[in-house]
C-alpha cells in the first residue's frame, strides 16, 4: 500500500546537473529510511545514497562531493542533486523507502533514465 514515484531524468552533458524527485504515498511509516540506487547496464543496483528521517545521511564514494541527497518530509518526498555529471553515472535511477527498523522489506519505485553523454 506504499507506491513510489520517481521524476527528473533525462539526458544531459557530461558536466551537467540534475535533480531528481520521488515522492511517496500510502501508509507510510513516520520513521523511515529513503534512498536512491542506480543500475547500469550490465551491472548490479548500487547504493547511491540514503537518508533517514532524522536527517542522518550516507553516500556512495563514486558520488561524494558532487551529489546531494535531500528530504521534504511532510511532503513524503526524496530529492537527489546531481552536479559535476559523468558519463559513468548513466543508470536507471530508483527511489526506496524502508520503515527505520533492522531487516525491514524496503518499498521501490520504477525508476527513471539518466544519460549522460561524452
Known amino acids: 500500500q506504499v507506491q513510489l514515484v520517481e521524476s527528473g531524468g533525462g539526458l544531459v552533458q557530461a558536466g551537467g546537473s540534475l535533480r531528481l524527485s520521488c515522492a511517496a504515498s500510502?501508509?507510510?511509516?513516520?520513521?523511515?529510511?529513503m534512498g536512491w540506487y542506480r543500475q547500469a547496464p550490465g551491472k548490479q543496483r548500487e547504493l547511491v545514497a540514503t537518508?533517514?528521517?532524522?536527517?542522518?545521511?550516507t553516500y556512495a564514494d563514486s558520488v561524494k562531493g558532487r551529489f546531494t541527497i535531500s528530504r521534504d518530509n511532510a511532503k513524503n518526498t526524496v530529492y537527489l542533486q546531481m552536479n559535476s555529471l559523468k558519463p559513468e553515472d548513466t543508470a536507471v535511477y530508483y527511489c526506496?523507502?524502508?520503515?527505520?527498523?533492522?531487516?525491514?522489506?524496503?518499498?521501490w519505485g520504477q525508476g527513471t533514465q539518466v544519460t549522460v553523454s561524452s
Open positions: 500510502g501508509r507510510i511509516s513516520s520513521i523511515n529510511v
Open positions: 526506496n523507502i524502508r520503515r527505520a527498523i533492522s531487516n525491514t522489506t524496503p518499498y
Open positions: 537518508i533517514t528521517s532524522g536527517g542522518t545521511i
